[in-house]
Each structure stands twice: as C-alpha cells, then as structure tokens.
C-alpha cells in the first residue's frame, strides 16, 4: 500500500467482507423533502459538507487479510449523485413506485471501484422531492452516519474533531477494540473464577473508561458476569421455525408506514412504568405475530431473536465513522396476543441485558473475525446468525424539523442490513416528534412487509386503549411487578 493509505479496522473489515449474493451491507435510507430539491443544489452541499469526511473520497483495497481505504484519484461526484426519475406502473402509486426502486436498490451491489457510497435523487416526488441514500456499512454505522447526515443539513454542527486536538489512533477501532481483542485469548484459558490483570481488568475498564478500577471483588464479580455472558451468547438456543427464517432469494422488499406520535408513546410508557423502547417494541411483536397468524404460521408458545445494536461510541467521536457497537440479542414474544401482557414481557427480557457484557463480547467477535480468512469469518457469523430472525435498530434523530438545502426534511427512513440467512430487519428512528418504523425483507420470507408495517398503528392503538381501560390498581400492578 501506498503511504497515504489507510489500514481498514479490523470492525470495518468484518462488515465490508459480509457481503453475499443475498444480502448486502448496505445501510439504505429515503430522505422525503419539502419544496423540491435541485440537482446542482445538492451537488453543491454534499461537496462543501460530506466530501470533508475522508471516507467519502476514499475507496477499498482489499488484500488477502487486510483492507484498506485509499483516495480514489479519479472521483467523479456526478458518479455518487444520480439524477433519476420515478418509473411507475399503470395505476401503481407514487409511494408504491418509490418502495420498489428502494427495494431494486437495496439488492443493488455498490461499485467498490469507487467510494462505496450513492445517493439518488428524484427531483418530483409528490409534492417535493427524495433521496435514495446508500452507503456500506463499513464506512460507518448507523449512529454515526445519522450524526454525519444531520451535520451537512442547513445550521449543521461541523462533527469534526478540533484542529488541537490531540491524535487518536482508530487504525484498530480505537480504545475498545484494543481493551476486547486483546485479552480476547484470556477469556478461552481462564475460566470463570479470574481474579488477576487479564480480560477482568479489560472488561472494567472497557464498561468504565474513565474510572479507576475497583478491589478484587468487583474485579471477581466482573469477571463472573464476562464469563456467564461470553457463555450465554455462545449457547443460544436456535430460533423458533417461522415463515420469517430459512434460505433467501437475495431479492429485497421495503416498506414503511406513516409516523406514530413519539409524545402518546411516552405517555403510555409513563402509565405503565415501561420505556418508550419497550412500547415500540411490544408494537413490533404484536404486529409480527399477527401477521404469522394470518398467513397461516399459528406463533403460539413462539419465540424469535431479533440482534440489536448497542451504541458503544460517545456521540462527540461520530465524526470519526468506523463501526463502534455492539449485538444484543433480544427475545421477541410472539406468541403473546394480549398487548399490556406483551409489553411487560418485554421490558423482561431488556432488563436482563442490563448491565450485560454481550455487546462488548459481541463486538470483540467481529474484530477478530476481521483477521481471520473470508471463510473462517463466515463460519464465526453463521453459529449465531443460525439463532436470529431479524435485525432491529433504534436511532434517536432531532426532534425539531430540520432544513436541507432550503427544503424541509417532512421524513426519514431507513433500513438495516441483515447478514448471512436473516431475512427481516426492522428500523426505528424517532423524528420531529415521530416515531417512524421501517421494515427490509427478503421476498422469498415474507413477500409483502408492507402487511406488517401496517399493523403497527393499529397494535400502537390497541395498546394505548387497553392502557386507559385498565383496572390500575388491581391489572397493572400484577402485570408491571416491582418498580424498576
């Protein structure tokens, strides 16, 4: 490589090598924008904001092992930057049209002769206009390319580091890639009574970065909960059989529904001593297994994994890109039918990931598997992909309206990737005081997310009618347990 060349992290690798012929590691968004947006505008904006960021100037080189991020001497803006216009069938609405050409796109490789990154523009879209964003999931994760998205809107704070600052080294992915991976063999030989320097002080200092370590105990204590939790992700029992998991046909099909308000939300959360995450969620079960229902596939007594990002990254460094999260499997109780039942069974199972080491361990698996071959590193992903049915994120966005280009962003959307055989992944991202859900499947699992999508305002009202008609002191309090 060339002295200007950039060493991949280890991270980075891992997801820039994810890539399959059914899915792709592309992170894919819908801005809706309101007057039109031009071209030339566009174009205009993204080279004095987004182009700062090196990595959107910079392509990948792969080796055997190692990747690297090299500026593409023959960048071309107008390449990253598509004009298009919508194509729609007889009678299909504009909405319907937009969903497929996100869908066509999803299942679209990027051109790794270039930065791995487009964005396509349909200048009419009903009464303004959209984006089509994709951009690969090693430049950056979802945090951090909100962040970076937000910053390059009309007034964006500028994320980049001052100039005085001192150098940090993120070759490797920083201080908690190094704190995990190092000590990671430590954690095979010595078992769970560890008392001594080791992956026990790594871990510490890796849930409290900037506190001095504590006594033995604590170390002891840390140690145990390492081992029982390194223990625990590597004996998931595999997911129940749905209609949502088996083999996938690689072809994507996206869907979205209009926003819920974020404040009846909360108020719901409040009244049942829940949080806002445990209501969304508690919408998304409900609306899977109703949906399973109806397609014949009774969830009864069914349970389902879904992998949730954990953000490990102070929102200060987003500026910095890279992938700094970790995976934490969450259970999803599908076969529960009744809504308030439902949402308690699921601030269950997030309390029980409290205080979890899965998403460091998680994180360390994937910076070592960013050093292994491509096939060592495929057989790593498979032994828990094997016990997970969907991909589900949260990203908090502003929430005031923001302004890009003189238009106003009315709405965002956006879809995880999925690796390996996971055919679902579902997205939350709270907005302008909304809460929009969108959800990426694969066709061969469930041809139609649409029908999904729309159950989740009905399972939202269902659950805020049963809120207000419930006996409180006697229901509620037999369902909600001790205060948490």
């Not at 960048?75 to 007889?90: A, G, N, Q, T």
């Amino acid at each position: 490589m060339t002295e200007t060349s950039e060493r991949m992290s280890r991270v980075d690798t891992a997801w820039l090598r994810m890539d399959s012929d059914v899915n792709l590691m592309m992170i894919v968004g819908i801005w809706l924008l309101r007057p039109a947006l031009g071209y030339a505008a566009l174009c205009s904006r993204l080279e004095s904001k987004l182009l700062s960021y090196a990595r959107f100037r910079q392509k990948v080189v792969q080796e055997a092992v190692l990747s690297y991020w090299v500026i593409d001497d023959e960048f071309d803006l107008e390449h990253h930057v598509v004009r298009e216009k919508l194509s729609r069938k007889r009678g299909q609405s504009e909405r319907a049209a937009l969903q497929a050409r996100a869908s066509e796109l999803a299942a679209t490789p990027l051109d790794h002769a270039h930065p791995l990154w487009q964005i396509h523009l349909i200048e009419h879209y009903e009464d303004g206009s959209a984006l089509i964003v994709r951009i690969h999931h090693c430049i950056a994760d979802g945090i951090a390319l909100n962040s970076v998205l937000m910053s390059i809107a009309d007034g964006g704070i500028d994320l980049h580091r001052p100039r005085h600052a001192a150098m940090h080294d993120a070759r490797d992915g920083g201080w908690l890639a190094d704190a995990v991976v190092k000590p990671l063999t430590e954690v095979s030989v010595k078992a769970i009574g560890m008392y001594g320097d080791g992956v026990v002080k790594a871990m510490e200092y890796l849930a409290h970065p900037q506190q001095p370590l504590a006594g033995s105990v604590n170390l002891a204590r840390t140690g145990y909960q390492v081992m029982r939790d390194a223990a625990a992700l590597a004996l998931l029992p595999d997911d129940s059989p749905t209609l949502l998991k088996g083999k996938l046909s690689g072809r994507k099909v996206t869907a979205w529904c209009e926003p819920l308000p974020l404040a009846q939300v909360k108020a719901v959360g409040k009244a049942l001593n829940c949080s806002v995450n445990d209501v969304l969620l508690a919408c998304v079960v409900g609306s899977i297994g109703r949906y399973l229902r109806d397609r014949g596939d009774d969830p009864a007594s069914k349970e389902i994994r879904a992998m949730v990002p954990v953000n490990l990254r102070p929102l200060e460094e987003a500026w910095q890109l890279g992938n700094r999260f970790g995976l934490a499997p969450v259970v999803l109780p599908i076969g529960i039918v009744n809504p308030i039942e439902c949402v308690y069974a699921v601030r269950d199972r997030m309390l029980e990931l409290k205080g979890s080491y899965q998403p460091l361990l998680a994180y360390a698996l994937l910076a070592v598997s960013g050093l292994l071959t491509k096939s060592l590193q495929d057989a790593l992903s498979d032994v828990f992909l094997r016990k997970t049915t969907a991909v589900m994120t949260n990203v908090p966005g502003p929430t005031e309206p923001i302004e890009f280009c003189g238009s106003t962003l009315r709405q965002s959307i956006f879809w995880v990737p999925s690796s390996g055989d996971v055919g679902v992944g579902v997205s939350i991202v709270s907005y302008a005081g909304g809460v929009q859900f969108g959800l990426i499947t694969d066709s061969r699992r469930c041809p139609d997310p649409q029908k999904i999508i729309d159950r989740f305002a009905p399972e939202f009202e269902k659950l805020l009618l049963l809120t207000l008609m419930l006996p409180w002191a006697n229901e509620v309090s037999r369902l909600a347990g001790p205060a948490s």
